[in-house]
């Protein structure tokens, strides 16, 4: 009996619990790589008590190195239980496996997630420092951590690109990107995650 009150309790406490983290890995080389529309089912372990935010973020790449590199991870389908990862990959870009980090809270008041989007046109993306607003308005400075959640750049030059947060403020943040290294990038978006717990 100790040991069901044991479990009970922690269920109560897991169901409460307003952030959780995780990372999972897709796809592999040679035979299970990244298509149009890899996608599977994250589960939390744990219920939430309402239908949390979920942010995704690349933690690495397996790419093929002549080829161009074209990666976008996302969301879709959220429950108190769970979602939906996608991962796509296109033309002539070949991706065997991703690791892929992801972020769900149901503490708007305290984490928020969101997503930028910088496009080049061709070229490589807008370097010039750009406004993030947050959705609402925290009560004061949040901490922010960023991630690439798509790369599109075309061609076999390295890609190398940096991300840095200038002016943090209660109501966003002010984002440079630094360091972009590839001619062929074609646009990049990056996740954001924002926290004032202290």
């Excluded at 589960?43 to 935010?53: K, M, R, S, T």
């Excluded at 996302?74 to 996608?86: C, I, K, P, Q, V």
């Excluded at 002539?92 to 984490?111: I, N, P």
Aim: glycine share 8%; with cysteine; hydrophobic share 40%.
């Amino acid at each position: 009996q100790v040991a069901q009150c044991s479990t009970i309790a922690k269920a109560r406490w897991c169901s409460a619990m307003p952030t959780t983290c995780g990372t999972v890995k897709i796809g592999s080389w040679p035979d299970n790589s990244i298509g149009e529309d890899t996608a599977f089912e994250v589960n939390f372990g744990l219920d939430f008590e309402i239908v949390p935010a979920v942010s995704v973020q690349l933690a690495a790449i397996d790419a093929a190195s002549p080829n161009s590199k074209r990666i976008e991870v996302w969301a879709s389908d959220e429950t108190t239980s769970g979602f939906r990862l996608h991962a796509r990959t296109w033309e002539d870009a070949a991706t065997y496996g991703l690791k892929v980090s992801w972020v769900a809270t149901s503490d708007l008041a305290m984490v928020q997630l969101g997503t930028h989007s910088l496009s080049g046109g061709g070229s490589s993306p807008n370097l010039d420092a750009e406004t993030v607003n947050f959705p609402r308005s925290f009560a004061c400075s949040p901490d922010i951590v960023f991630g690439f959640s798509a790369i599109d750049a075309a061609g076999s030059a390295p890609v190398c690109s940096r991300l840095e947060s200038l002016d943090t403020h209660a109501r966003g943040f002010v984002l440079k990107t630094r360091d972009a290294v590839s001619a062929g990038i074609q646009s990049v978006s990056m996740s954001w995650i924002a926290s004032a717990s202290p």
